[in-house]
């Protein structure tokens, strides 16, 4: 007979494993510490001591050099992260969009398919900056009417291009990953093609690629740079205007904090999407 | 005699050239309770997704309630309006509750309204003991709720047929019984059902007719107890004395 769990007194052996158990983290913890502090301390003493390190923290670190060009490189980003604000929500839907034109099995729908298909193979194919001179310097060449000719948006287009293909591929994976089970139980129902892929697939291939697209946003986040090429004044080129005045390289550096500012929030983001992901998977067992 | 609910006939299915149904002839009465039995692969799973058109057929023909199902230019969405179908494993739809699960198809394929849909649902799970689930999630019910979770959400539709495959086959054994007793409340209320179930003793139990395949042949049919009690074709007996032997009957 055991005991009723409300009455339950911890034994002298649980007493001594838990005392154990603190002992060991305690260990663990001042051991991890006192490695850490040993190693920044003899990295420190390496670099600051190397006879490289005045001339690398003059051109690179250098603080008067980064408060100068600062308010002009964050104005400059502001762009960035306009550029990226906006051209996001568009790469979302033509990735959907283009994913589901992959799926469509109605012989009525032959074109569009063969079109999806090529678009995912030409533009996943080309180097994204490749892209950005393409529409950025190309298009407006044409001289059509309608045509925008800010080089910020002309860029961001380009990018649109780029990652939707990335985007679609994404999508469609995770259509591809949900059960074939799922989709004859809808159907059995007597749900429709469309409903079965609206109600059934799409919400849980959606949740499924979360993660996998905050990582292909990261990406988008810093290749909003390439439309420096361009010439609007994001952030690259207005560190590269600061740069060029002083041969000095610390408004890049300004320029790269600004956009590690920004990714590193997204990407533990999608690190702690993924660990609850894989927690909801675990018990269950699916 | 009014003419058979369902009527197949001649039924011919291969995958990739390997014959898996070979010629099959089965008539269902309505209200009556059929049970295929038979070793793995014999076809019993590819019969139901046949007669429900998860799977094109390649010969033969297959009529529901007088009219053929298997002719060109049949809408499947509007047979499978007529047919509920229960899966091994489950199958529910895991992003959605018991009830959401329940009331999708009313909702969206019979366009019920929703209250009608939840009210009817709710009925169901009261009548079923699962009155308390209705607002988990699939992960969280055990196989066996889960499985019945599955064969209200079939019932829900109104079917005049229910097409049960090997419903019990992923369950322990303690959970078998609450699904069994499930479908046995379903065949009182006259709910013309055939079932694909390795559960011998389920089968003798509730089939009226029970039909034994064999590498895609039907070869024997007959009441429950004659199959089971008097077969007469030496390989039904050999099936039989096998699951006899590893004490499953």
């Known amino acids: 007979m055991t005991a009723p769990a409300d009455t339950w007194v911890k034994s002298e052996r649980q007493l001594a494993r838990e005392r154990a158990h603190r002992r060991a983290g305690l260990r663990h913890g001042s051991i991890a510490a006192a490695s850490t502090i040993l190693c920044v301390a003899v990295v420190a003493v390496v670099v600051l001591s190397s006879p490289g390190w005045p001339r690398v923290h003059e051109t690179f670190f250098n603080w008067g050099q980064f408060t100068e060009a600062l308010p002009d490189v964050l104005s400059g980003f502001w762009l960035n992260v306009k550029i990226f604000l906006i051209a996001e929500p568009v790469i979302l839907v033509l990735g959907l969009l283009v994913a589901l034109a992959r799926g469509l099995r109605s012989p009525l729908f032959f074109p569009v398919r063969m079109l999806a298909v090529a678009y995912t193979d030409v533009f996943r194919g080309i180097p994204t900056i490749l892209l950005v001179y393409l529409v950025g310097f190309g298009l407006p060449a044409l001289k059509l009417q309608g045509l925008p000719s800010d080089p910020a948006v002309l860029g961001g287009l380009a990018l649109v291009l780029s990652y939707g293909s990335y985007v679609a591929e994404v999508f469609r994976a995770g259509i591809d990953s949900i059960h074939p089970s799922q989709r004859a139980a809808a159907r059995s129902l007597g749900l429709s093609q469309a409903q079965a892929l609206r109600f059934v697939v799409l919400p849980q291939a959606v949740r499924r690629v979360v993660p996998p697209l905050l990582n292909d946003f990261a990406s988008l986040q810093k290749d909003t740079a390439l439309v420096a090429v361009l010439g609007p004044l994001e952030a690259l080129r207005q560190a590269q205007i600061h740069s060029a005045d002083t041969f000095n390289y610390t408004p890049y550096l300004a320029a790269a904090v600004l956009f590690i500012a920004l990714t590193v929030p997204m990407a533990r983001f999608t690190d702690h999407l993924a660990v609850r992901a894989e927690r909801r998977r675990a018990p269950g067992g699916k | ?249």
């Open chain 2, 1 to 249: 005699m009014s003419r058979p609910l369902l009527e197949i006939e001649g039924l011919w299915k291969t995958y990739h050239a390997h014959p898996v149904l070979r010629g099959v002839d089965l008539n269902v009465d309505a209200h009556e309770v059929v049970c295929l039995i038979g070793a793995s692969g014999s076809g019993k799973s590819t019969l139901l997704r046949c007669v429900n058109l998860l799977e094109d057929v390649d010969d033969g023909a297959i009529v529901l309630g007088g009219d053929e199902i298997t002719a060109p230019g049949t809408d499947p969405d509007e047979v499978r309006k007529k047919i509920g179908m229960v899966f091994q494993s489950y199958n529910l739809f895991p992003h959605m509750s018991v009830l959401d699960n329940i009331t999708l198809a009313p909702v969206r394929v019979h366009k019920r309204s929703r209250r009608d849909a939840q009210e009817r649902a709710r009925e169901l799970l009261d009548r079923f003991g699962l009155a308390d689930k209705a607002g988990e999630y699939p992960d969280r019910l055990s196989g066996g709720q889960q499985q019945r979770v599955a064969i209200i959400r079939a019932m829900a539709c109104d079917p005049s047929l229910l097409l049960l495959d090997e419903v019990t086959s992923a369950l322990d054994p303690e959970l078998v019984t609450e699904v069994m007793g499930i479908i046995r409340e379903l065949k009182e209320q006259g709910m013309t059902m055939v079932l694909a179930t390795h559960e011998m003793g389920f089968a003798r139990d509730i089939a009226d007719t029970v039909c034994f395949l064999s590498d895609g042949v039907l070869l024997e049919r007959g009441p429950a107890e004659q199959i089971f009690s008097d077969p007469q074709e030496p390989r039904t007996r050999e099936f039989l004395r096998r699951v006899l032997a590893s004490g499953r009957l």
